[in-house]
């Protein structure tokens, strides 16, 4: 069973930072396709990033190129988000996602399988 538990969000000044964090467990780390969505109210979902656990580059959503990065700590099964120069368009619920089927890295990060209860994130 894959349960994944975002923490981090908060209220941020714009140009602030933030640290989203992603718990992941029964996610078997060099398996699957992890990775980060938002979805702001009125607006669709938008992928942010997503990296094949068994190695290859991290892909990032050109809104967040430069400014966001995803990284892991494999010892903890845990997932982040690092988030920095963050401006109002970032307001937004974030989500973790995990996935395993195979072309993952060909899909959404919407679309994959599991997700966690999202963290808010609001810059203001």
């Known amino acids: 069973h894959v349960q994944l538990v975002e923490s981090g969000g908060g209220l941020v000044q714009p140009g602030g930072s933030l640290r989203l964090s992603c718990q992941a467990s029964?996610?078997?780390?060099?398996?699957?396709?992890m990775g980060w969505f938002r979805q702001a109210p009125g607006k669709e979902r938008e992928g942010i990033a997503r990296?094949?656990?068994?190695?290859?580059?991290?892909i990032y959503a050109d809104s967040v190129k430069g400014r966001f990065t995803m990284s892991r700590d494999s010892a903890k099964n845990t997932w982040y988000l690092q988030m920095n120069s963050l401006n109002g368009d970032d307001t937004a619920m974030y989500y973790c996602?995990?996935?395993?089927?195979?072309?993952?890295?060909?899909?959404?990060?919407?679309?994959?399988?599991?997700r966690g209860q999202g963290t808010q994130v609001t810059v203001s």
């Open positions: 990296v094949y656990t068994l190695g290859g580059s991290t």
């Open positions: 029964g996610v078997i780390v060099t398996r699957y396709c």
């Open positions: 996602v995990a996935d395993r089927r195979v072309g993952c890295m060909e899909k959404s990060e919407g679309d994959y399988l599991y």
